[in-house]
């Protein structure tokens, strides 16, 4: 059973590289190259492969939808995102058309789509990583999906020319689709927490949004984004996330399976493969630059230009109209770069540590979109992510009448909390340059609330190292993670499930008394 095959592969190199501090995604990836090495050696089957593209399909309309969920449409109307996205491209096809026609010695229109191919970022592998580390909505993850998202619109319009084909008169239905944003919102009211929320959101990115873009001549991948995007200010988008999370995690393993198991190349495609991926980080250096045009801080810049050093699927899907004859070189190089971008994005954070005094140099004079506090005042409390827990701990501490503030990397999160009469700043408790210019002279206590467990660590030693020596408490799901927040220089680290134990016990003594109260 070929079904087999692709878990064992799978299951047993995704280990294999967790264990080496990788993520699995590389595994997954060498898992579809081992296959096709071993179905040729070893006589394995590898047919299969138009039900592993479907699975594969499923998985990234999932994604998408799932970023959607996580997007606000007035945040991807910005300079920087839009100018970026067509920057980039313009100038990335300028320079890889040219030298792809003199050095490879083909045609001009073979060159022109080769470098609209390779000029193209992995919305998948992106959104993959940012969420992984939970800075979708950070700033930086914010710009790097709103430019992947034009870079989406621009390859879309591309396969329309490229193809012959244009979308029929029904596609114009779309621009009537927020007018069912009160129905969506009472259908997702109505699903209540289970099996139908899972069904529900399902039907929305396969179904509604997926098939019912194809059959209007639209791409399926944006009907999953649009209709994602579509709910992201309902209150429980969140919720709806989640409950997709396993189901949309295994099938992104066909996905990264059937890159690998694109075939075997030959010299030709290694040599291309190896020559675009020294190519490679000329690619996040320009979004670099670009981005600092647009006047956003070096850190920004440095981490959404390295969460887009990658080639892109869109590529291959260009490749297989047009090009079909370079489909296995480009695969090769779209997993080359893959190799490079995922492991080079979990160190994302500790090289900005290294490089960030001189990449600073490059920023320009005047206003930063994502500028962060120099002094948060007289404030005695710092809550760190406000989320439902530090919204919670915020919420609680304040009838106590002592000076505090909130930061959080979520702009939208941040203008919600202002809104509602909370002090609460944008700020990235991952940035070590933050703690290295924050005043807080009467800063006594900090609470680490935010939802990646390097952020707390980040900010814990950032704090003693800068020499704060008030208490410092964070909450955290796993035992290891808990350690690493203490060893870091918090006070004490409590266990979310733990502690909702023994509250919950607490209440017991409370609610009987209270009975007893009754009755007497």
């Not at 190259?33 to 594969?56: K, M, N, Q, R, Y």
């Not at 047009?322 to 090289?351: D, G, K, N, T």
């Not at 920023?363 to 989320?387: C, K, N, T």
């Not at 690493?484 to 680290?493: E, L, P, S």
Request: without cysteine; proline residues 4%; neutral net charge.
């Amino acid at each position: 059973m070929i079904e087999a095959v692709w878990i064992v592969f799978a299951y047993g190199l995704g280990m294999a590289v967790k264990l080496a501090g990788l993520p699995p995604l590389i595994g997954y990836l060498a898992a579809g190259f081992a296959i096709v090495a071993a179905g040729d050696l070893a006589g394995i089957p590898v047919e299969g492969t138009d039900v592993l593209a479907h699975l594969a399909h499923l998985g990234v309309l999932l994604l998408l939808f799932t970023v959607g969920l996580k997007l606000k449409v007035r945040n991807l109307v910005r300079p920087e995102v839009i100018g970026g996205g067509l920057l980039h491209f313009t100038i990335s096809v300028l320079l890889f058309m040219p030298g792809i026609h003199f050095f490879m010695d083909l045609d001009w229109q073979t060159s022109l789509m080769l470098g609209i191919a390779l000029s193209f970022s992995s919305t998948v592998l992106a959104a993959k990583v940012l969420e992984s580390k939970r800075e979708l909505r950070a700033f930086h993850g914010r710009v790097a999906i709103g430019i992947l998202i034009v870079q989406d619109l621009i390859a879309l319009l591309v396969l329309a020319l490229a193809s012959g084909k244009t979308p029929s008169m029904w596609a114009l239905v779309v621009f009537g689709i927020p007018l069912l944003r009160p129905l969506l919102y009472k259908v997702l009211d109505i699903s209540g927490h289970d099996e139908l929320l899972v069904l529900l959101g399902l039907l929305l990115a396969l179904v509604v949004g997926g098939h019912g873009f194809e059959t209007i001549g639209l791409s399926s991948e944006l009907g999953a984004l649009a209709f994602g995007a579509l709910l992201a200010n309902h209150k429980r988008a969140g919720e709806l996330s989640q409950s997709l999370w396993s189901i949309k995690e295994v099938f992104l393993v066909g996905f990264f399976l059937q890159i690998g198991m694109g075939g075997l190349p030959d010299m030709d495609a290694l040599i291309f493969a190896v020559v675009m991926g020294a190519l490679l980080p000329l690619k996040g250096i320009l979004f670099f630059f670009l981005l600092l045009l647009f006047k956003l801080r070096a850190r920004s810049a440095f981490l959404s230009g390295l969460s887009l050093t990658n080639y892109s699927e869109f590529g291959l899907i260009v490749a297989s109209i047009v090009l079909p004859q370079w489909l296995v070189p480009l695969a090769i190089a779209v997993s080359v770069s893959f190799l490079i971008s995922a492991p080079l994005y979990r160190l994302a954070h500790p090289l900005y540590d290294r490089l960030g005094a001189w990449l600073s140099r490059f920023e320009r004079q005047g206003f930063h979109p994502d500028e962060q506090p120099l002094s948060v005042g007289d404030a005695r409390i710092l809550v760190i992510g406000m989320g439902r827990t530090g919204t919670a701990a915020y919420d609680h501490l304040k009838q106590r009448n002592i000076p505090m503030v909130g930061l959080d990397s979520d702009p939208a999160k941040v203008n919600l909390h202002q809104q509602n009469g909370r002090n609460v700043v944008f700020a990235d408790a991952e940035d070590v340059q933050l703690w290295k210019n924050l005043q807080a002279p009467a800063l006594e206590y900090v609470i680490l609330a935010a939802n990646d467990v390097e952020a707390k660590v980040i900010a814990a030693r950032q704090l003693r190292q800068s020499g704060f020596d008030g208490v410092i408490v964070a909450h955290s799901m796993f035992a290891d993670h808990a350690d690493a927040i203490t060893r870091a220089g918090a006070d004490h680290t409590y266990q979310t499930m733990a502690e909702t134990g023994v509250g919950l016990a607490e209440h017991i003594f409370s609610a009987g008394e209270r009975k007893r109260q009754q009755v007497l």
